[in-house]
């Protein structure tokens, strides 16, 4: 389906500090046809971010130990080099501060873990379908 | 001793904080412990627990301030002058400092005769001794002074007397004494001497009745300067009890009062052993070992649904020279349970922590799995085997994952919102939306519900507790049984309570369960987290109130709850003008 | 992640250099000139990428620790190859500025591998404030008396400027591939070279064409009178094993 609607292959990169859930995704996604970088730590993230636009960055936004919240400046990034590049935070612990500070900064969609994947993944499709 | 002096000594003779706020919730009065205490006036509590003393209601609760915990105990003075607070700090005991605040208390109230009867009562006794006639005795203030009073004053600072001119036969005219406070007349006595009256006997008797009036003025200026100390006496959350050697009682407060369920007219004057039963014999053997040995005793004593420490002390009434008894109870039923709901508060709140930094951590590997799982069947969406086992795999991630949402419930901290409300619209919301579920399994749900039980409450707090409780209740019920939900309001232990039982008719509590069934995972149902009473009692201890969980006499489960009533909410309520 | 990406690309064959060829055009006659030391992070991560990779360094603030790996690599597998070759290796600003142990470092590391100085060319990269200090001018000074030649990077992009120029004396120009894309058809692009060329000239140096991917730009780039070329036209970045190889043929 996703095939059918997308006339090219959209990219997608995926942050987070957990190599399998990065895996998991990074599958998924792919299964679905779309072509997947993934980053695990933020400055990673920002270092790809300056070599190529993505079409969607989806992000945890805890990326260190306890207390972090990168996935914000992940989000700051994006905007301020992408302007087109849809950003989906992912959190565990979000506070409803943090998921305002997230919109604030130009987040699309801030999700509260667990969550299944096909919620992500519609989340991603209608965003990618907007763009 | 002034009577400032004699009030700030006992105030400052008290190890607990003492502090009297008027009703702008200005402190008025305080002792140095309360100035140690460094309460911040702007803190929630602080103004809660003001608001709902001085809205009549007598509070006991524990309160942490700064590193310690502080059994709090406020109440309301009278005419609505303000509230008295009394902080004691939970973690000592200070048994034999709070007997010198009450024996210092007995000391200024014992002593209450009225001016008139005790020169009567004196000079009776000085006429008896030294030959005064009695009988020509005059007492009164509006008696003009006399016009040029020989001044011999006899040392002491605030009375004098004016001794009769010495050449002037006092058996052809009687004496005018002229009593003087400071520079205020008093009263006029007149004397007359009795045949063979001892010369020297005027004097002695004139020396007396000043010192007699200067401390009744001090007195005087006590109790009307004291008006408020004599209420904050009555606010003392303890009964205290004065009696006589032989078990008489002298004096009560308002808390002895109560204790005995009677009023102060019928219980002065009465023998301590008001009746066979407890607290009332022992405190009459306890008397009676004071008397004999007239060394303080301390004793402990119950009357099955209360335990009291008992400490009494001996001492000689100031007023009229006679042993009194002074009996100081402590209903160390509420102290205990203070002290219990602290150490659980506190228990509870480090295994929260504990509880939600593990839920957050076991958040994600739950999260990564059922990503994982939902990988797997994006890869395989045609194998029936494997979609039918991930089907369970989910299932046992769904139920994992119901465990740590209700983990991390248990142990947030809130802040809560107390406001006043009734139980009225909290509880009908929560029934209906757990009708669904009764009908579901054939389960009738029936009310009786008083209105207007006005509280203080955090609504949605308050809604997840009875959700909790209801749901439990269907859960345990089987189809065709009745869980009914039942709020009244009631009096006990002097305090309005609301109580509000959940009773059900399913199997009940196993009896060796029930003292258990409030810890955090007990649970007897397959798939249950073992959490849903922990955190009904949890929210109902942030309530001020207590739960308790027992099985109805028809069989079923019944989980009941006490929370203080708010009165000033329900004042309001029913003093609405009905016409304009 | 266990281990930080940090780490790996550190731990030993963590960064695997490849040499790109330079060339001297002379006319008709070109000519193997040196090789330029690239390095690439771990295989299977985004660091293969040295964009991604020096990016990722810079924001870990680590440059000085990954250029010793890079230089470390670069020169042990250019031991291997034929002695007459000049080298260029990348050093950041920031390294030669902060990291006063880099020469000592480097100075070892060329002796072990058996590298004369005089063969390597310093290209720096990332030359802008703050790290034009005085320990970075000390730094340059230094890496002339141990013989070696400066490059300046990226010249002429954002990153650039004249006091640079003034104060390192580079001996040679890198032209980024910005300017060379495509000269061959754009006046303007021709413009800037011409305008590099006249300032190298004025200072001694050499320009060196980057990213040389047509032979009309090739042909272009002569006739502006730059001889030093390297890119895909002339030949793709070689694997060690691609270079060893290639030398022994």
Known sequence: MVHDTNERTHHILIVDDEELIVLAMRKYFEGLGYRVDAAHELEEAQALLANRAYDLVIADLRLTGIGGVEGLQIVSDVHQRHAHTRVILLSAFGTPEIERESYNRGADAFLHKPKAMMEIANVAMNLLEQS | MTDERAIDVLLETVSDAVWIVAPSLEVVRANAPFAALAIDMREPWWRDLCARVLAGRGVAAPARIGERTYAITANPLQENAGAVFVARELTETRVERDDLLELAVTRIFATDKPLAATLVDVLEFLCESDGWDYGALRIGSDAAPPAAPIATPIATPIATWTRPDANVDLAEAPATVSLRAADRLVGVLELRPSRGGHPRALERAGGSLARLIERHRLLEAIERKGQEWSLTFDAIELPIFITRVDGTIARVNRAARDLAGAEFESVVGRPIAIDAREPWRTLADVVAAVRDSRTPCTAQLTDNTRTWDVSASWFRSASDDDERVIIVMRDVTTVIELQESVRRGEQLAALGELVAGVAHEVRNPIFGMGLTVDALQSMLPDDDDFNELAGVLRTWLDRLNRLMESLLEYGRTWTLELRGGTLGDVLPPVIDGCRQIAAQSSVAIETAIEPDLAMLLDPSRLTHAFENLITNAIQHSSAGDRVVISARALRDGGRDVIECAVRDEGPGFSPSDLPRVFQPFFTRRRGGTGLGLSIVQRIVDEHGGTVSAGNAEGGGAVVTMRFPAWREWSTTRTNEPTTS | ?249
């Open chain 3, 1 to 249: 992640m266990s281990e930080s990406a940090l780490n790996r690309i550190l731990q030993p064959g963590g960064i695997t250099p490849v040499y790109q060829p330079l060339f001297r055009a002379a006319g008709a006659t070109i000519r193997m000139h040196g090789l330029e030391c690239l390095s690439r992070g771990p295989r299977g991560t985004n660091f293969e990428s040295a964009n991604v990779l020096f990016e990722y360094v810079r924001l870990k603030r680590e440059e000085s620790l990954v250029d010793r790996a890079c230089v470390a690599a670069a020169l042990r597998g250019a031991s291997s190859l034929p002695q007459g070759l000049a080298l260029t290796i990348n050093v950041h600003a920031s390294t030669l500025g902060r990291d006063h142990a880099f020469l000592p470092f480097l100075t070892s590391t060329a002796a072990a591998t058996g590298i004369e100085l005089s063969r390597v060319t310093v290209d720096i990269v990332e030359h802008a404030p703050p790290w034009d200090g005085v320990s970075f001018l000390a730094a340059i000074a230094q890496l002339r008396d141990l013989g070696a030649t400066i490059a300046l990077d990226d010249v002429g992009l954002g990153q650039s400027n004249f006091k640079m120029l003034l104060d390192v004396k580079p001996d040679y120009l890198k032209l980024d591939r910005y300017f060379v894309e495509s000269c061959a058809h754009d006046r303007e692009r021709r413009a800037v070279i011409a305008a590099l060329q006249q300032l190298a000239r004025e200072f001694h140096a050499e320009l060196v064409a980057e990213g040389v991917t047509t032979k009309e730009d090739a042909e272009t780039l002569q006739q502006l009178g730059i001889t030093l070329m390297q890119g895909f036209f002339f030949a793709e970045p070689l694997t060690l094993e691609q270079a060893q190889a290639f030398f022994r043929g």
